[in-house]
């Protein structure tokens, strides 16, 4: 089971694992992820669904974004699959939540989506997604992981009658276009209620691509596209949620009413208000979670939130009457914690926000639906609604390291890290994690000034290069 310990630090021993880290498999394709290994990763991913599903040969639903490598890693993974008598159907490029909605609506065992989220092209992935729509927990993966290390070569194949069927089904894809546009007209009752509204997009040549342009030119919107036109290498290249520059000069130069943008697999999305400003996943959360309380809609009163959320959102949901819950960093931590409050809306700064009434995972396109719905309910410009608290001044450092764990035991960086907690007290945070897609450490501080935050964090960070760089 996963543990959790109290306090403003997090310290729990990590659990080492070769291949699955916070979001599944990620690698290099053709170095880590090769046809040759993602092949065997179906096998066992095969083996444990053959496992838990033994009165029938288990359906799998399968989906990619559009990275270069994408298809060849399907094409292993289905081989990988059937070739143990799965079933896989494939959806094709769709974004990552599709997966999620799709699984539980079609009732297939397992979802499996090829991405490597908001990374560059040159890497991949490979998540898994339950047949109840959300991320298997760490406990399967590592079962999984298990069989990867233990099976023998060969795998112990089923009789020719018992190969798995592959098809591909381009109605999964238009499923989920009709679900969002449903989620849209039901929120406001209307056909067309973005009429009149003018919203640049940056699909980070993606998922999203062949989504969110669609969804919003169908509810009327005016739209500007910009990265929507992958072509295998340019996938998350300067645009999308992690080069948000783009949409904010887009938004001025086309002087939209706001904008939107995704990462490569549009699980995220982040938020540009008409004066260039950028609006961050707590911005969104807080506003969303505040309008629902004042309606009474809010029950619980509760917002689940990671431990990188910012002390200025804390307070100012305190301060409505709002409980904040923390979890580790990771949507999959997020949803879990949801799932055992019944809170309504969770998610992670970096624009991962689950709507647990309309999904189970962190859905770009849903949030993006969800904020026009707040921008429509205000009528007022997105500046004066997208900011609901002041941010406490935070800075987040990443140090590549050679033992991403080894800070827990090291005696100089455990020394500095108590001596800057005591300083801070309640007027601040330090947060110091491994990083679970890379070999580095995060070291994240958030005060009431720059001058505390600068303070705090240089010591600590000069100490991990110093001893673990």
């Given at each position: 089971?996963?543990?959790?310990?109290?306090?403003?630090?997090?310290?729990?021993?990590t659990v080492m694992r070769r291949y699955f880290g916070t979001d599944g498999v990620?690698?290099?394709?053709?170095?880590?992820?090769?046809?040759?290994?993602?092949?065997?990763?179906?096998?066992?991913i095969a083996q444990q669904l053959l496992e838990t599903t033994p009165h029938h040969p288990p359906r799998v639903l399968i989906g990619r974004d559009t990275r270069r490598s994408g298809a060849m890693l399907e094409t292993a993974l289905i081989s990988g699959l059937c070739s143990m008598g799965v079933h896989a159907v494939s959806a094709g490029v769709v974004p990552t939540p599709a997966i999620a909605y799709l699984v539980r609506e079609g009732h297939y065992d397992l979802g499996i989506v090829i991405s490597a989220s908001h990374n560059p092209a040159r890497d991949n992935g490979v998540k898994l997604i339950g047949g109840d729509g959300y991320?298997?927990?760490?406990?399967?993966?590592?079962q999984i992981e298990a069989r990867l290390a233990e099976a023998p070569e060969p795998f112990p194949y089923p009789p020719p009658d018992k190969i798995g069927l592959w098809q591909f089904d381009e109605r999964e894809s238009e499923q989920y276009l009709l679900?969002?546009?449903?989620?849209?007209?039901e929120l406001t009752g209307e056909r067309e209620p973005l009429r009149g509204i003018h919203i640049a997009v940056d699909c980070a040549n993606g998922a999203a691509s062949q989504y969110a342009p669609v969804v919003l030119h169908e509810l009327g919107a005016k739209v500007s596209l910009y990265g929507?036109?992958?072509?295998?290498?340019?996938?998350?290249?300067?645009?999308?949620?992690t080069h948000l520059e783009t949409l904010q000069n887009a938004v001025l130069e086309t002087d939209a009413d706001l904008g939107v943008a995704f990462d490569g697999d549009a699980d995220r999305a982040l938020f540009v208000d008409e004066k260039g400003d950028p609006v961050d996943g707590d911005a969104i959360m807080t506003l969303w979670a505040i309008t629902r309380h004042r309606q009474n809609t809010l029950n619980p009163p509760l917002v689940v939130a990671t431990e990188m959320s910012n002390l200025g959102m804390q307070r100012r949901l305190e301060a409505e009457g709002i409980q904040l819950?923390?979890?580790?960093?990771?949507?999959?931590?997020?949803?879990?914690?949801?799932?055992?409050?019944?809170a309504l809306i969770g998610g992670e700064q970096s624009g991962h926000i689950i709507f647990s009434e309309r999904a189970t995972t962190g859905d770009g396109l849903?949030?993006?639906?969800?904020?026009?719905?707040?921008?429509?309910?205000?009528?007022?410009?997105?500046?004066?609604?997208?900011?609901?608290?002041?941010?406490?001044?935070?800075?987040?450092?990443?140090?590549?390291?050679?033992?991403?764990?080894?800070?827990?035991?090291?005696?100089?960086?455990?020394?500095?890290?108590?001596e800057a907690e005591r300083k801070l007290e309640t007027r601040g945070r330090l947060n110091i994690r491994a990083s679970g897609t890379e070999n580095a450490i995060r070291v994240m501080v958030e005060a009431e000034t720059l001058e505390m935050v600068e303070a705090t964090i240089t010591p600590v960070v000069e100490a991990v290069r110093r001893a673990l760089g």
């Open positions: 089971m996963l543990t959790r310990r109290r306090g403003r630090r997090r310290t729990e021993e990620r690698g290099v394709a053709n170095e880590l992820l090769t046809p040759d290994f993602t092949m065997r990763l179906g096998r066992a991320k298997f927990p760490d406990e399967y993966e590592a679900y969002l546009l449903h989620t849209m007209r929507g036109e992958p072509d295998g290498d340019n996938i998350n290249l300067g645009c999308g949620s819950q923390r979890t580790k960093v990771g949507d999959r931590y997020v949803a879990e914690a949801m799932r055992a409050t019944g849903i949030t993006m639906l969800e904020t026009l719905g707040l921008y429509l309910h205000y009528q007022k410009p997105f500046s004066e609604i997208a900011h609901p608290f002041t941010p406490y001044p935070q800075k987040l450092i990443t140090i590549p390291v050679r033992d991403k764990h080894a800070w827990q035991t090291h005696a100089e960086i455990q020394s500095l890290i108590r």
